[in-house]
């Protein structure tokens, strides 16, 4: 696998967690890359992006709780979420848009992905 999520689990709601996607392609890095998360039933949505030098871009629901962040040198992206509710349960994916190195919000179009980790906060 390209893509590999982890940090995932089960937390109660005003909790945190924090997740790392490891590229295993240095690449990847210098391209937008992303977090997104799909809801049982639901549409996969993103949550946040970070630009190739790392300018980070967040939905309106997740800013100011969650954070993402990027090593370069570790290849790896990284999610930090604080204040989970309920409806942040999701199964959490990694992915990287190799057309673009800045994202904005909902710009990238991924085209590799990992294959998730999932996030369950219960109330």
């Known amino acids: 696998a390209q893509l590999v999520e982890s940090g995932g689990g089960s937390v109660q709601a005003g909790g945190s967690l924090r997740l790392t996607c490891t590229a295993s392609?240095?690449?990847?890095?210098?391209?937008?890359m992303g977090w997104f998360r799909q809801a049982p039933g639901e549409e996969r949505e993103v949550v946040a992006t970070?630009?190739?030098?790392?300018?980070?871009h967040y939905t309106d629901f997740v800013k100011g709780r969650f954070t993402i962040s990027k090593n370069d040198s570790q290849k790896a992206l990284f999610l930090q979420m604080s204040s989970l509710k309920p409806e942040d349960t999701a199964m959490y994916y990694c992915?990287?848009?190799?057309?673009?190195?800045?994202?904005?919000?909902?710009?990238?179009?991924?085209?590799?992905w990992g294959q998730g980790t999932q996030v369950t906060v219960s109330s």
């Open positions: 392609v240095w690449s990847y890095l210098t391209y937008c």
């Open positions: 970070a630009d190739s030098d790392g300018t980070p």
């Open positions: 992915a990287v848009d190799s057309s673009r190195r800045n994202c904005g919000v909902f710009a990238a179009r991924p085209n590799y």
